[in-house]
């Protein structure tokens, strides 16, 4: 490591909370998958910015949209029409109502019509999803505000957004926590019909069921098709909101538009973020019409949501997707990566869909394989002590994924 890595390191440590358990490497160059350290080391990258960096770093699609945006105006606020906006939202709403098959390729649309409201983050998307939920209960469902979520489920760092997490882990020094969540099991649907008819005193009756498609932080954990066929039937029968977090699963993450989409399901609520701008900080909450026509001038905002060079980003990003069919590429790109992530020694499981994928190992290596995968210029993430995730950029090429297995396979062989 050269003096200059060293000197950003003690400054990070001196100056910089220590929220995070940061590894000795400071990147200063991205291109596609590719990243590069201040000393020129070349790394490939299959985390993406925790999944954010959707096209690749530096895309130059969404550069030049950036450039030309820093040219002419940055902000301006949620007072002013604002080029990009609309055709986002816009472009964004035929995304949530395409119809796909199960391995996510599109077939067609519902016609339905979504209307987004821009936040910066995924977490603030969640919040955002929480009160249009809460408002639809306080108009149709009699004042009832309870938000049922899964356990093990990922929401956010806010103070709702960690009540709706459904990890006690998360919830330990910092509460009073807001009021009204509750979680069941994931993949158990008989819990979640006790959970709504039974409601307990602490949360009163539910509004809204929020759930991830896959659980990404949680390690990875899919909910199966059938369940979330179910969970919608029961949201039907009891007039909930069913919020879908796409923070994570969304902008074909996982080969379809949306993952809700690989079953067959329309929610009513879907908050995004993290690929929608390629890593440039943006998110957003969708609703159905019928839901975000609820919200009035003056019951959410943000001062920066939504801003121009967000939505110059956004913009970009959403349409290179569509235009590259980046989909059909998650989808080929993500069975080679499967397959040979499930080939790797002491793998017993392949989790995920597309290019968001979380290999179980029955060994605890997960911790120093990411350590020493820096050494060899991978760039990898772990889950507790036995699962890795990858959520590469989502251009990440089939030589790319097979130099990543191979020398993986040679790291594995070395600890275990
Ligand atoms: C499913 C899900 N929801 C919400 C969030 C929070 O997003 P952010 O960190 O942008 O607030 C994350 C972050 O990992 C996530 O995976």
């Known amino acids: 490591m050269n003096r200059t890595t060293i000197e950003a390191m003690k400054l990070d440590d001196t100056y910089v909370m220590h929220t995070y358990g940061r590894l000795p ?13 201040a000393e020129g080391n070349r790394y490939l990258d299959f985390l993406a910015g925790i999944g954010a960096v959707s096209l690749g770093h530096a895309h130059p699609k969404v550069t030049a949209a950036l450039m030309r945006q820093l040219d002419r105006v940055w902000q301006v606020s949620n007072y002013y029409y604002e080029e ?15 119809t796909t098959d199960e391995r996510g390729h599109m077939t067609g649309s519902t016609g339905t019509l979504w209307k987004s409201f821009f936040s910066n983050s995924g977490a603030e998307s969640n919040e955002g999803a929480i009160k249009v939920a809460r408002r639809w209960g ?26 709706a997490t459904g990890q006690d882990v ?8 807001p009021q009204g969540f509750a979680s069941v099991p994931l993949n158990d649907i008989d819990a979640m019909r006790a959970a709504i008819e039974h409601p307990t005193e602490s949360t009163g009756r539910f509004c ?20 979330l066929r179910q969970v919608r039937a029961l949201c039907d029968e009891y007039r909930l909101a069913l919020i879908i977090d796409e923070v994570q699963t969304g902008f074909f993450r996982c080969g379809s538009p949306f993952s809700f989409q690989l079953a067959g399901i329309e929610p009513d609520i879907v908050s995004m973020a993290k690929g929608i701008a390629d890593g440039f900080p943006t998110g957003a909450v969708a609703a159905r019409a ?3 026509d609820l919200m009035n001038p003056g019951d959410h905002g943000s001062t ?21 069919r980046i989909g059909e590429h998650v989808i080929e790109t993500g069975a080679h990566m499967r397959e040979r992530l499930a080939a790797l020694p002491h793998v017993t499981e392949v989790r995920g869909h597309g290019l968001m994928l979380g290999a179980q190992f029955d060994v605890p290596i997960a911790t120093p394989l990411v350590t020493d995968g820096l050494s060899q210029g991978l760039v990898l993430n772990h889950i507790r002590d036995y699962i890795l995730r ?27």
């Open 208 to 227: 809204a069921v929020m759930l991830e498609c896959v659980q990404g932080e949680g390690g990875v954990w899919p909910a199966t098709a059938e369940y």
């Open 25 to 37: 490497v400071e990147f200063v160059y991205g291109a596609g998958a590719e990243l590069a350290d």
């Open 304 to 324: 920066f949501g939504g801003n121009a060079l967000a939505m110059a980003a956004a913009r970009a990003t959403v349409e290179t997707m569509i235009d590259e």
């Open 290 to 292: 019928a839901l975000a």
């Open 170 to 177: 998360f919830h330990k020094s910092f509460g009073p926590l």
């Open 84 to 98: 990009n906006r609309g055709e986002l939202a816009c472009a964004i709403s035929d995304l949530l109502s395409t």
């Open 390 to 416: 990858f959520l590469p950029p989502l251009v990440v090429t089939t030589a790319q994924v097979d130099e990543m297995a191979d020398k993986l396979e040679g790291l594995i062989v070395a600890l275990a």
């Open 138 to 163: 306080e108009v149709k469902l009699d004042g009832a505000s309870g938000i049922l979520t899964a356990r093990q489920s990922f929401h956010g760092r806010t103070l709702a957004t960690l009540s």
